[in-house]
């Protein structure tokens, strides 16, 4: 079956910094990879999500880029503020299939 | 609109009692999935429902663990006879197509 594996498990950076988070998949017939936020005590939250015909998607201060040949996505967050603080989770699901695989979560700490 | 809405937000019970966890998924969707996240950990698929089709129980850890889904609507996870390990946070969430998934904010379950 999918294997997500996603780095890094923490990750802090400075109010204004960009963070980068990846996630690599095992299943050449992935083809759609969403990624979720989720805050404290509360459920994940889609956020952004590209399919396997396109590269990169942009949608404000977040991006998210896929490599299909290397089996890698990744998610972009510019110009961080004390609110993106939280866990995000990214999820690869095969083509046909209509269950996700996820990642076991970046914690991510904003410092203002 | 309403969001998915699960009860109760916390559950605390003896080994060995059974639970029902309920989920209320937003009006109109078709496919409702459970996942189990442990500490520190993913999400974990548990089942899914679509429409009137037999369900995919094919994450259910034991048969201990078991859902339904009246109406094409509510649905109920009931874990029998609970054992320490299943304590965790009980995500539903609901979906109106194959893609985005919305989540309910989680029943803590602790088992004693």
């Known amino acids: 079956g999918e294997n997500v594996e996603q780095h890094p498990s923490t990750l802090s950076v400075q109010e204004g910094d960009s963070a980068v988070i990846k996630c690599t998949y095992s299943d050449s017939a992935s083809n759609y990879f969403p990624w979720y936020k989720q805050e404290l005590g509360k459920g994940p939250q889609l956020i952004i999500d590209i399919r396997s015909n396109v590269g990169e998607k942009k949608d404000q201060r977040i991006a998210v880029t896929l490599n299909k040949t290397a089996k890698h996505f990744s998610l972009h967050i510019t110009e961080t503020q004390p609110e993106d603080s939280a866990v995000y989770f990214c999820a690869a699901r095969r083509g046909g299939s209509y269950i996700p695989t996820f990642g076991r979560g970046t914690s991510l700490i904003v410092h203002p | 609109g309403a969001g998915v809405s699960q009860s109760p937000s916390n559950k605390v019970t003896e080994k060995g009692k059974d639970v029902e966890l309920r989920c209320d998924p937003i009006s109109g969707h078709t496919a409702l999935y459970w996942y189990r996240q442990s500490l520190g950990q993913g999400l974990e698929f548990l089942i899914y429902?679509?429409?009137?089709?037999?369900?995919?129980k094919s994450g259910l850890p034991s048969d201990r663990f078991s859902a339904e889904r009246t109406g094409g609507s509510v649905s109920t996870l009931t874990i029998q006879r609970t054992q320490q390990e299943d304590s965790a946070v009980y995500l539903c969430a609901s979906s109106p197509s194959f893609n985005e998934q919305y989540f309910g904010p989680g029943t803590r379950l602790t088992v004693t």
């Open positions: 429902f679509q429409g009137n089709s037999a369900p995919d």
